[in-house]
């Protein structure tokens, strides 16, 4: 199934810490909420980072599964933030919507 980045973001902000959130605004971007109580947008550059901070939390089994979802190593270290976030679903259980 083919998602839109849209769909893909908001899948994301599910699995993120609190402070990160979707900002369903005429901008439609991941916003991250600053020590100040004001949020910022996150740039398309950052993506992968906020990937690494749900792969953070995992177990070393939800790990595996991660990796799987990914395919062969070449495959899992070239991944986009897309497909890396298409894979955290999977392993989450998070619908992607």
């Known amino acids: 199934m083919?998602?839109?980045?849209?769909?893909?973001?908001?899948?994301l902000a599910k699995m993120l810490p609190e402070k990160c959130q979707w900002w369903a605004d005429a901008w439609r971007e991941l916003r991250l909420l600053r020590s100040t109580g004001q949020y910022c947008g996150v740039l398309d550059t950052e993506l992968l980072h906020l990937c690494w901070l749900v792969e953070e939390d995992f177990s070393n089994l939800?790990?595996?599964n991660y990796w799987n979802c990914l395919g062969s190593i070449?495959?899992?270290?070239?991944?986009?933030?897309?497909?890396?976030?298409?894979?955290?679903?999977?392993?989450k259980g998070v619908e992607i919507v």
Do not use: F, G, N, S
Not at 4 to 9: A, C, N, S, V
């Open 2 to 11: 083919t998602y839109t980045d849209e769909q893909l973001k908001r899948a």
């Open 62 to 64: 939800e790990i595996d």
């Open 74 to 91: 070449w495959e899992a270290t070239h991944a986009t933030w897309q497909q890396r976030t298409i894979a955290l679903a999977r392993v």
